[in-house]
């Protein structure tokens, strides 16, 4: 077999183990005597049309070990979405560095990036073996049990959340905290495993897999306050209306937008304070505090998964393994076996590309506001161990000596 020279690509949103998918190519590419070099794009596909291009094979393995370690994308990211044009202009770069595969870690964008250069290559007859990495805190990649990204974004969110109903149930009030999730609810709904003791919050969960009725939002947080005198709430960041129409677009009109034309969701702490707004003027409740968590969730350093790290990891080897012993392009894919192990097998790039998974039915409550014990089953393994846990006083009370108080 020839040699080759390779290239790897980052997209989308960084993660706490994307650099573990880099090095996990990386590495099972120096085992290949078949691959030559090695080349990363800085900053996704705009470094591929850009020709920023560094040479990876000359990394030494104690460097790649820690930049693995490392959250945030390495070698930089992009939210370009490339449509045939660009992706005609990224197969001429691919040609002219003579790359025979071509490796993109990223979501269901990045997967459809992949799916097009795939099929332009083989119109010109190119040689050219592509391979979609998954990636996405999301969890909305189709066809996965899970994604790497998400098992640490979510051990994020249960700490936060064992924290916040600490602080709300020292000083009692309504706390209201966005997390990140426009059309998938996994990251909001991990929020459910923060809890420990009866009482204990997150006490209601909003999720854009359900209609979001914001009279009745505020009717459950009157009914939770009333039985226990303060309120934690989890909502998604891309909760929406019957019609679709994502609430932060309702109660604030003039919202902004992103690159392509989405409502601006992340980076933003509107949709908490209006929801706060509307919780102090209807209920009349006066500690009312909310937060958006944003892009902390995505490369929290200190807080990951080492189940994830490890399918990080592995991910990017069987990319290799797979586009040298395939024969055909696709999307490595996560599958669940048994009680918690996984496999890995090689899905289709059409059967990924732009689209999205959501929270199936059964692990959603049936209130619509909260998760099922399937939910809590199906992410507790992937949230690695060591995880704090939360204690209360036992002590008995001392009867009162001055009734009148």
Same mark, same amino acid.
């Given at each position: 077999?020839?040699?080759?020279g390779?290239?790897?690509?980052?997209?989308? =949103?960084?993660?706490?183990?994307?650099?573990?998918?880099? %090095? @996990?190519?990386?590495?099972?590419?120096?085992?290949?005597?078949?691959?030559?070099?090695?080349?990363?794009? +800085?900053?996704?596909?705009?470094?591929?049309?850009?020709?920023?291009l560094?040479d990876l094979? /000359?990394?030494?393995?104690?460097?790649?070990?820690?930049?693995?370690?490392?959250?945030?994308?390495?070698?930089?990211?992009?939210?370009?979405?490339?449509?045939?044009?660009?992706c005609?202009?990224?197969?001429?770069?691919?040609?002219?560095? !003579?790359?025979?595969h071509?490796?993109?870690?990223?979501?269901?964008?990045?997967?459809? $990036?992949?799916?097009?250069?795939?099929? !332009?290559?083989?119109? /010109?007859?190119?040689?050219? +073996?592509c391979?979609?990495?998954?990636?996405?805190?999301?969890?909305?990649l189709?066809?996965?049990?899970h994604?790497?990204?998400?098992?640490?974004?979510?051990?994020?969110?249960?700490?936060?959340?064992?924290?916040?109903?600490?602080?709300?149930?020292?000083?009692?009030?309504?706390?209201?905290?966005?997390?990140? @999730?426009?059309?998938?609810?996994?990251?909001?709904?991990?929020?459910?495993?923060?809890?420990?003791?009866?009482?204990? =919050?997150?006490?209601?969960?909003?999720?854009?897999?359900?209609?979001?009725?914001?009279?009745?939002?505020?009717?459950?947080?009157?009914?939770?306050?009333?039985?226990?005198?303060?309120?934690?709430?989890?909502?998604?960041?891309?909760?929406?209306?019957?019609?679709?129409?994502?609430?932060?677009s309702?109660?604030?009109?003039?919202?902004?937008?992103?690159?392509?034309?989405?409502?601006?969701? /992340?980076?933003?702490?509107?949709?908490?304070?209006?929801?706060?707004?509307?919780?102090?003027?209807?209920?009349?409740?006066k500690?009312?505090?909310?937060?958006?968590?944003?892009?902390?969730?995505?490369?929290?350093?200190?807080?990951?998964?080492?189940?994830?790290?490890?399918?990080?990891?592995?991910?990017?080897e069987?990319?290799?393994?797979?586009?040298? %012993?395939?024969?055909?392009?696709?999307?490595?894919?996560?599958?669940?076996v =048994?009680?918690?192990?996984?496999?890995?097998?090689?899905?289709?790039?059409?059967?990924?590309?732009?689209? $999205?998974r959501?929270?199936?039915?059964a692990?959603?409550?049936?209130s619509?506001?909260?998760?099922?014990? %399937?939910?809590? %089953?199906?992410?507790?393994?992937?949230? =690695?161990?060591?995880?704090?846990?939360?204690?209360?006083? +036992?002590?008995?009370?001392?009867?009162? !000596?001055?009734?009148?108080?």
């Amino acid at each position: 077999m020839p040699s080759l020279g390779i290239l790897i690509a980052q997209g989308g =949103g960084p993660t706490a183990v994307i650099n573990q998918s880099l %090095a @996990g190519v990386v590495f099972e590419a120096h085992h290949r005597c078949a691959i030559e070099r090695v080349y990363g794009a +800085r900053h996704g596909v705009r470094g591929i049309l850009n020709e920023d291009l560094l040479d990876l094979s /000359s990394e030494t393995a104690a460097n790649l070990e820690a930049v693995a370690r490392t959250p945030g994308s390495a070698l930089g990211s992009t939210r370009d979405k490339p449509d045939l044009p660009y992706c005609q202009e990224i197969l001429k770069v691919l040609k002219a560095h !003579q790359i025979g595969h071509f490796y993109y870690i990223g979501g269901n964008d990045s997967a459809d $990036t992949v799916r097009i250069v795939s099929e !332009q290559a083989r119109a /010109s007859g190119y040689p050219l +073996r592509c391979i979609h990495i998954p990636k996405t805190i999301d969890n909305d990649l189709v066809g996965n049990d899970h994604t790497p990204g998400f098992p640490s974004a979510a051990r994020f969110v249960v700490q936060a959340f064992i924290g916040a109903n600490l602080d709300n149930a020292s000083l009692p009030g309504v706390y209201v905290a966005v997390v990140m @999730g426009r059309h998938a609810g996994f990251l909001t709904a991990a929020s459910a495993l923060a809890r420990r003791f009866p009482g204990d =919050g997150p006490h209601l969960i909003y999720l854009p897999e359900r209609t979001f009725e914001p009279e009745r939002f505020v009717a459950d947080v009157k009914a939770v306050h009333d039985r226990l005198g303060r309120c934690v709430v989890a909502v998604s960041e891309g909760v929406h209306d019957a019609a679709a129409v994502p609430i932060i677009s309702k109660l604030a009109p003039a919202a902004e937008r992103d690159p392509h034309g989405n409502v601006q969701l /992340s980076g933003t702490g509107a949709l908490a304070d209006l929801l706060c707004a509307q919780i102090r003027e209807r209920l009349g409740v006066k500690r009312v505090r909310g937060e958006t968590f944003g892009y902390l969730q995505r490369s929290f350093a200190g807080c990951v998964s080492e189940v994830d790290q490890r399918e990080a990891f592995e991910v990017g080897e069987r990319a290799v393994r797979f586009a040298l %012993a395939a024969d055909r392009d696709g999307s490595v894919a996560i599958k669940r076996v =048994g009680h918690y192990a996984v496999d890995y097998e090689l899905a289709p790039l059409e059967a990924v590309a732009a689209r $999205t998974r959501v929270m199936e039915d059964a692990l959603i409550d049936e209130s619509g506001t909260d998760v099922t014990d %399937a939910f809590r %089953a199906y992410l507790q393994p992937l949230l =690695g161990s060591g995880l704090p846990e939360a204690h209360r006083l +036992r002590a008995t009370a001392v009867p009162r !000596q001055l009734k009148t108080r």
